[in-house]
């Protein structure tokens, strides 16, 4: 069964600098999908950024980016120039190519920003 | 784009009373619908996978006869908490998916007195 953990329950980072949320799984899987969502006050669920296991190439979005090192199965995102904005609860997901119905969350990291 | 409803979106009821929750797919059908449930500071556990016109599939260790899904329509489906305690209390999201796509709804806080 895969898992993924996300060792940070909580991180900091000051408001214009740069924060690396960490993240690790494990599957036997070669093919699958790799998600950062972001959990705000509002509970609302918001995708930030995914990627698909067989591209080498890191996805980034504005200012999200992962770091995606397949052997270490390792998914790491970093958030630049960060903002208030950007304080919520962040989950890093697993998703299978082959049961798309199961999406498995890590425990989440909180992120607080600073003025 | 595509948008899922939750309604309501905070209730509180009293020990023993059972509530209903809808979850809606306002523009788009949504053949599978998943309900999960989250403890404050805590991630979101699967409940069940909702399947329009079959029995959910529920996961390990959750009651199904306490947790009722129904998924009427290829745009609703519905979770019924039955006879709820103090410990149901928590938040509840449904997630549906179109083509490769998920959609989150906003989420339920229910509160059992």
């Known amino acids: 069964a895969q898992t993924v953990t996300q060792s940070q329950p909580e991180m900091s980072v000051q408001e214009a600098e740069t924060v690396t949320l960490s993240c690790t799984y494990d599957?036997?899987?070669?093919?699958?999908?790799l998600f950062w969502y972001k959990q705000p006050p509002s509970r609302q669920m918001i995708l930030v950024i995914r990627?698909?296991?067989?591209?080498?190439q890191n996805a980034t979005e504005n200012r999200f980016s992962v770091n995606f090192q397949k052997a270490a199965k390792s998914f790491s995102l970093k958030i630049s120039d960060s903002q208030l904005g950007d304080a919520a609860m962040y989950f890093c997901?697993?998703?299978?190519?082959?049961?798309?119905?199961?999406?498995?969350f890590g425990t989440g990291t909180r992120l607080q920003v600073f003025p | 784009g595509a948008v899922v409803s939750q309604h309501p979106s905070w209730v509180i009821c009293k020990s023993g009373t059972s509530v209903k929750i809808e979850c809606r797919s306002l523009d788009f059908q949504a053949t599978t619908m998943f309900w999960y449930r989250q403890f404050p500071k805590q991630s979101l556990m699967l409940m069940a996978t909702?399947?329009?016109?079959?029995?959910?599939?529920?996961e390990q260790g959750v009651e199904k006869d306490k947790f009722l899904i129904n998924h009427a329509s290829l745009t609703l489906s519905t979770l019924t908490v039955t006879s709820a305690h103090p410990e149901d209390s928590s938040f509840y999201i449904c997630?549906?998916?179109?083509?490769?796509?998920?959609?989150f709804g906003p989420g339920t806080r229910l509160t059992v007195l």
């Open positions: 909702s399947n329009e016109g079959s029995k959910a599939t529920y």
């Open positions: 997901a697993y998703r299978s190519p082959y049961n798309t119905d199961k999406l498995i």
């Open positions: 990627q698909e296991a067989y591209k080498q």
């Open positions: 997630r549906a998916s179109l083509v490769d796509t998920q959609y």
């Open positions: 599957t036997s899987e070669s093919d699958y999908y």
